[in-house]
T-cell receptor, first 111, second 116 residues
């Protein structure tokens, strides 16, 4: 059975700090690893990673996948209060398009 | 707004009643998914459609749950004889059918169900 574990479960930082969120996964015949941001509403798509070692970037956010060690990280530089949210990691395996989510990391950015 | 839409946004019902939720996916997406999310947890997969065909169902989807996508566009999720344990946020997502983009699932705002 697929398993996605995120750490830490919660994190409090000051504006301007850099944070690293972790995601480890176990899935049969890995297909992709996805990151979402969830504020008080539905998850919004951030990144999808399929290849190991290739960093994806969008502004201050970046993510990378290590398929050998079965983990991914999400980095946020120069954090802002608007980055406060729950960040969800999800994986999918071959033969299925369902996503298996972790519990999320709750990030709080204080001024 | 061309995103995924869901209706209603909130539903309060009494135990034992039936409820039905609707999801309208992004128009060019042919895959549609239902998830359930409870407090402090990530979304849990319920079922998935490609066009009008229901291709996967989770074991979480008991006999009281049924989903349809009759014309391959909008979908409905019905819960019969609701129980308090059904209280959750029900999320709908959609994605392209194109290889390489099938897993980029875009979520709607959700329907929050409260069973009293």
């Amino acid at each position: 059975e697929d398993k996605v574990v995120q750490s830490p479960l919660s994190l409090v930082v000051h504006e301007g700090d850099t944070v690293t969120l972790n995601c480890s996964y176990e899935v049969t015949n890995f297909r992709s690893l996805l990151w979402y941001k969830q504020e008080k509403k539905a998850p919004t798509f951030l990144f999808m990673l399929t290849s190991s070692g290739i960093e994806k970037k969008s502004g201050r956010l970046s993510s990378i996948l290590d398929k050998k060690e079965l983990f991914s990280i999400l980095n946020i530089t120069a954090t802002q209060t608007g980055d406060s949210a729950v960040y969800l990691c999800a994986d999918s395996g071959a033969g299925s398009y369902q996503l298996t989510f972790g519990k999320g990391t709750k990030l709080s950015v204080i001024p | 707004d061309t995103g995924v839409s869901q209706d209603p946004r909130h539903k309060i019902t009494k135990r034992g009643q039936n409820v039905t939720f609707r999801c309208d996916p992004i128009s060019e997406h042919n895959r549609l998914y239902w998830y359930r999310q409870t407090l402090g947890q990530g979304p849990e997969f319920l079922t998935y459609f490609q066009n009008e065909a229901q291709l996967e169902k989770s074991r979480l989807l008991s006999d009281r749950f049924s989903a349809e996508r009759p014309k391959g566009s909008f979908s409905t999720l019905e819960i019969q004889r609701t129980e308090q344990g059904d209280s959750a946020m029900y999320l709908c997502a959609s994605s392209f059918g194109l290889a390489g983009r099938r897993n980029e699932q875009f979520f709607g705002p959700g329907t929050r169900l409260t069973v009293l």
